[in-house]
């Protein structure tokens, strides 16, 4: 029986950059030359991969990207303000996880650069809800698929691990949560409303 639901934000609760072109609306805006777009990509998933979520504060990425690949940021960009600018609620999602909040604690488990979850809540993207746990991987100095993370989402639930049910966009997320026996949901960004529906199907016919 499922008495813990964990979401990810980004993607899932938070329609990101996740299963669409915003990314390369992105680099074109910030003047990112072809012959180095997928070096830029190379670079920036080694310093997410690294520390983005966790103790590095994404801004300090300007001037490494600018002498790198020749880029003229505006002056006082920040990439954490236009990232959030961006983003958008899931609304389609947010009357499933009220459901499901009548039968089960929720939470979020989240990778997230250093201060955007706050922006997050100051921007209203997250649905008005109590949640029972939030682990903000820059806060607890992990990250997913990091097996300590979920050790600990699993310590703060106050359940059993089969007792918890994961939805995440990333399938190495997902993985390493399902090899330390929870139950996983695979969300697809590319459909939020369907994905939602999934969900909440999926859901409806877990055993009781």
């Not at 777009?37 to 994404?58: A, I, S």
């Not at 918890?164 to 993985?175: A, P």
Request: charged share 30%; proline share 4%; aromatic share 14%.
């Amino acid at each position: 029986m499922i008495k813990f639901v964990y979401f990810d934000i980004g993607g899932v609760v938070v329609k990101d950059f996740s299963g669409n072109d915003k990314w390369g609306n992105f680099k074109k805006l910030i003047g990112v030359e072809q012959e180095f777009d997928k070096k830029f990509d190379k670079l920036y998933d080694k310093y997410e991969d690294e520390d983005l979520n966790l103790t590095r504060e994404v801004d300090s990425l300007i001037p490494i990207l600018s002498e790198k690949f020749k880029i003229q940021f505006p002056p006082d960009f920040s990439l954490l303000t236009y990232y959030v600018d961006y983003f958008q609620p899931s609304t389609s999602l947010w009357p499933v996880i009220t459901e499901i909040k009548r039968t089960s604690k929720v939470g979020l488990l989240t990778n997230m650069y250093v201060g955007m979850l706050d922006l997050i809540r100051d921007r209203n993207l997250l649905p008005s809800i109590d949640w029972d746990v939030v682990i903000d991987s820059s806060k607890v100095d992990l990250q997913k698929p990091d097996p300590k993370i979920y050790l600990l989402a699993q310590k703060l639930s106050g359940v059993e691990n089969g007792e918890i049910l994961f939805v995440d966009n990333s399938k190495k997320n997902i993985d390493a949560a399902k090899n330390l026996g929870w139950t996983i949901f695979y969300f697809g960004s590319s459909d939020y409303e369907k994905s939602s529906s999934n969900l909440l199907e999926f859901y409806r016919n877990l055993p009781l």
